[in-house]
């Protein structure tokens, strides 16, 4: 099974100025932590994500479209970061987010486990043929989408 992890943070949680020494032994925590999800088989992928002014927000309202710049300081909790891992099951994935470190020394801070839509998820909405030849190329590792 595949599961997203969504590191998220609280709005006070800004990465402005330089990194303080608790904040740089945090980062190698977690460092340390991706090298046993990479070691067990369980990491796929991951990334930190900016808010800045390079951020954006579109609001969709029937056919309109509104653009919002970052940073996103109104929100009361920020996806800091995202990991997606391939486990067994959901209790695996609990048992992984349990040892993370916390990014945000001191502050709060949670993570977020949503599994991911497999093929057998949809299949309503998917014809036997379509399972019957998955797709190939770049999309058909990615799954899904």
Do not use: C, H
């Not at 303080?20 to 980062?27: C, D």
């Amino acid at each position: 099974m595949r599961v997203m992890v969504f590191a998220k943070v609280t709005e006070d949680s800004k990465m402005d100025g330089p990194p303080t020494p608790e904040m740089l032994e945090a980062f190698a925590a977690m460092d340390r932590f991706t090298e046993e999800l990479v070691k067990a088989g369980v990491f796929v992928a991951a990334a930190g994500l900016k808010n800045d002014a390079q951020a954006k927000r579109i609001v969709f309202d029937g056919p309109s479209r509104t653009v919002i710049d970052g940073p996103f300081a109104e929100s009361r909790e920020l996806v800091a970061g995202f990991s997606i891992w391939e486990v067994k099951d959901m209790d695996e994935a609990m048992a992984w987010a349990k040892r993370a470190p916390n990014l945000m020394p001191g502050k709060k801070s949670e993570m977020e486990i949503r599994p991911f839509y497999e093929a057998e998820d949809l299949a309503e909405f998917i014809t036997p043929e379509e399972f019957a030849n998955p797709r190939t190329g770049d999309r058909g590792k990615l799954g899904v989408a």
